[in-house]
């Protein structure tokens, strides 16, 4: 207690002698908090190229500091959190913001988005720009950037010899643990399965009890959650390119000075960068490791699918609430 009381007053006098200004300890108490909360671990590849890419270029004036596996904040309560001011961060999808603004459902459609280069274009297209106002002036969440999750994949416990799924009438009565909100439930029914809302943490257990038949997530989350332990075979479906955002504070964003602000973006738009090419090569790596896994890995009738899962969302109240034409300025921007 002594020695505390001693060194703050000593450290306040050099303070006030303009000692202590200069170093780092002392520039240190002045940065910007930014806690980042996700779902994912910190092997997950998004959360590595934050760790490794954003949080270093923007050290000179703010403290990234990531936590993983939802201990922070539970999966999908994130948003609000930064809009009540008690998160500076986080990797948020098109599912979550959907439950705020039900247009952002069209970025969660299946089959809509082609590849990752298709995600960059339509983030960084003019027709964004509504979407992202919406979350900056209604919740207070400035998106800086679009990152690749991957191409999501149905896995499942049963066998290819049990269960072989061609086409969507196939997952007739397959309990398929999907996230939590309406947009991914929708989803799960639009692939002609039995969704259940889970959250992220709890599928590993589920799936190696039996609560639930399967999952959907792409490669590299079967692997880095590794759910290819719990599970028997992976139906290349495809069907959704998902995509992330990293998200910060509206309030904190604006707080910043303009060069703070182009590090900010340029940071994380080079941690995006690097993520997706991570997450990429990944996707291309990873079947023959789960192959070796002893996990059957094969093509449905793709096409069967993409027609019944466009059909279930143009005919949805879902796509009533997409702006008008904004489908249609996507498609454009793809092959
Ligand atoms: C999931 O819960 O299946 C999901 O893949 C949804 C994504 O939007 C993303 O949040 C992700 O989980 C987590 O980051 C864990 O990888």
Redesign the pocket.
């Known amino acids: 207690m002594t020695l505390k009381v001693t060194r703050r007053v000593a450290t306040a006098a050099l303070v006030a002698a303009g000692v202590l200004a200069q170093t780092p300890a002392f520039a240190d108490a002045h940065q910007i908090q930014l806690r980042m909360s996700?779902?994912?671990?910190e092997t997950?590849q998004?959360a590595v190229a934050m760790a490794e890419v954003f949080g270093p270029a923007v050290a000179e004036f703010a403290d990234y500091q990531p936590s993983y596996n939802a201990t922070l904040f539970a999966?999908g309560t994130e948003l609000e959190a930064i809009s009540r001011g008690n998160l500076e961060m986080s990797?948020?999808?098109a599912?979550?913001l959907a439950q705020f603004f039900p247009e952002f459902s069209i970025f969660t459609a299946g089959y809509v988005h082609q590849d990752a280069a298709h995600q960059v274009a339509v983030f960084n297209d003019p027709l964004m720009d509504s979407f992202k106002a919406l979350a900056e002036e209604e919740l207070g969440v400035h998106l800086l950037s679009v990152m690749y999750?991957g191409r999501?994949q149905v896995n499942l416990r049963q066998t290819r010899e049990e269960l072989e799924v061609m086409t969507p009438a196939d997952l007739a009565g397959v309990n398929l643990?999907?996230?939590g909100t309406d947009a991914?439930q929708f989803l799960g029914s639009a692939l002609g399965a039995a969704p259940t809302p889970m959250?992220?943490g709890e599928?590993y257990t589920a799936l190696s009890t039996g609560a639930v038949d399967g999952?959907?997530?792409?490669l590299p989350?079967v692997v880095?959650?590794r759910f290819y332990e719990v599970t028997n075979q992976i139906v290349l479906t495809s069907h959704l390119v998902?995509l992330?955002y990293i998200a910060i504070s509206a309030e904190v964003f604006n707080s910043m000075t303009p060069e703070q602000q182009a590090t900010v973006q340029a940071a994380a738009d080079a941690a995006a960068e690097a993520g997706r090419q991570a997450q990429l090569q990944k996707e291309e790596e990873l079947v023959a490791f789960l192959e070796e896994q002893g996990l059957e890995i094969y093509e449905p009738n793709v096409a069967a699918f993409r027609e019944a899962v466009q059909a279930a969302y143009l005919g949805s109240e879902f796509a009533e609430t997409w702006p008008e034409g904004v489908l249609d300025r996507i498609n454009a921007l793809g092959n």
Request: charged share 25%; net charge negative; glycine share 4%.
């Open positions: 996700m779902a994912g671990s997950d998004r999966q990797i948020t999808s599912q979550e999750l999501r643990r999907m996230p991914w959250a992220f599928v999952q959907d997530n792409p989350t880095d959650a998902d992330n």
